[in-house]
């Protein structure tokens, strides 16, 4: 037989060749390094750049709330890009989709690298801003391809955790690979020359970097065994309001479950730089190369993420991390200090919080709504978790003092904890009702 006949007897047979998983992998860890590191460079942008140059008129920390204040619009755009694509899939394809939304997401990206000053356009340039950060949401919400479900979904019984962790690794890759470019900007170019048109550079690495994601994504859609994967309904779109008749408990669960995780994301990158960018005690670039360490550390991090969540359950760990999270969150003060302790310590926790976030409840959900089910719990997570994380954490610095961004973090700690206990209180209960009285 050829190798296309082996593999569909292999699928019929409920056993997916090996090589075939590595191909998800690769391509996998490649869309989520490209997705997060698009992600952080806008991120670094909002505080290092959009201040000054989209509202100069305004002191620095009401410019950097400024900032902050359209950061979440990616996030808020990315539920209802998700549906809207879902029925645009049916006519163009699933590569037609993928194509059409990387394309926005892309293009929007590019695009903010080109928008004028708000010297040169007025007002008209922060809304660009607004518009084209809108643009990124509907470009990452209409890219979602299910990949990373599928990789949890057909991984060997006793290493689910270590194949959850793998598409995990993009945010610190990503992170660190953002951080190096804006570190090197920074650090040789004059402040002049970083405002005027250095800091445009980045956003163009994005678009390059998308492309190659994109045909790599093309390649494994048209792929045998990707047909094959979909014809179990792994990749399906399943109607939006039957799914939620069926589900709503469990995508409430699957939401607020990463929260701690999500949390932390941005209360040790974004918004410790914010704290860092407005104190001016010594040059960013040296807050960018501790940034850079901390992506150095959660990488071996998210790494031993699998290797405890398969050897003593993904719940006890998430549990355990999850409380070191809350006790972590008091030490927010050291920032004052310059922050390398909050800052690396941070990243450690993330690493093992964020290697198993969001693979705790996507087998919960019934085969024929874990597509739909999974992008909308997932969608709803950054919302809750990190899309406002550098706006309320430095609200509360700017109004209350640092000790109290720390309550942010906290906030999410007790949130994870709490769907915890929900989650085993309800599996507690279906374990009852199962047995014979």
Do not use: C
């Not at 979440?72 to 029925?87: E, N, V």
């Not at 194509?99 to 903010?112: D, H, N, Q, R, Y």
């Not at 909308?376 to 950054?382: A, E, G, I």
């Amino acid at each position: 037989m050829t190798d296309a006949t082996n593999a569909r007897a292999d699928v019929a047979a409920g056993a997916h060749p090996k090589i075939e998983l590595d191909e998800y992998i690769i391509t996998v860890v490649m869309a989520r390094v490209t997705d997060h590191f698009g992600f952080f460079v806008y991120a670094f942008a909002s505080v290092l750049v959009f201040p000054s140059v989209f509202f100069p008129n305004h002191d620095p920390a009401t410019a950097v709330m400024m900032s902050f204040a359209i950061f979440p619009l990616a996030f808020l755009a990315r539920p209802f890009a998700s549906q809207i694509f879902k029925r645009l899939e049916p006519r163009i394809g699933r590569s037609g989709k993928i194509t059409v939304a990387l394309f926005i997401l892309g293009g929007s990206t590019m695009a903010i690298g080109l928008l004028p000053s708000y010297e040169t356009a007025g007002s008209l340039a922060p809304l660009l801003l607004i518009l084209m950060r809108i643009g990124q949401g509907i470009g990452l919400g209409g890219s979602w391809d299910g990949l990373t479900l599928l990789l949890q979904t057909n991984a060997p019984e006793k290493r689910r955790g270590w194949y959850a962790m793998i598409p995990q690794l993009g945010a610190p890759i990503g992170l660190g690979v953002a951080a190096a470019i804006f570190y090197v900007l920074t650090g040789f170019l004059s402040e002049e020359e970083f405002i005027n048109w250095g800091w445009r550079w980045p956003f163009f690495a994005v678009l390059a970097v998308n492309v190659v994601a994109l045909f790599a994504r093309l390649q494994l859609i048209h792929s045998e065994a990707h047909e094959m994967y979909k014809e179990e309904a792994l990749l399906k779109p399943s109607p939006f309001f039957e799914m939620l008749s069926v589900h709503w408990k469990d995508v409430l669960l699957a939401t607020f479950l990463p929260l701690a995780s999500y949390a932390t994301l941005h209360m040790v990158t974004v918004f410790p730089l914010a704290y860092d960018y407005l104190d001016a005690k010594g040059p960013i670039s040296d807050f960018l190369l501790l940034l850079l360490l901390g992506s150095v550390i959660a990488i071996p991090a998210v790494v031993l993420s699998g290797v405890l969540s398969d050897r003593f359950g993904r719940r006890r760990m998430l549990a355990v991390v999850s409380v070191a999270i809350g006790l972590f969150s008091f030490i927010v003060t050291n920032l004052l200090d310059g922050g390398a302790i909050y800052v690396l310590l941070g990243y450690a926790l993330l690493g093992l919080s964020y290697g198993q976030a969001s693979a705790i409840l996507p087998n919960r959900f019934q085969k024929k709504y874990r597509y739909t089910a999974s992008a909308l719990s997932v969608n709803l997570s950054w919302i809750f978790g990190a899309a406002f994380a550098p706006l309320v954490a430095m609200g509360l610095t700017l109004n209350f003092g640092v000790s109290f961004a720390g309550f942010y973090l906290l906030s999410g700690a007790l949130v994870t904890l709490a769907a915890l206990a929900v989650l085993s209180r309800r599996d507690k209960r279906a374990r009852e009702a199962q047995t014979p009285a």
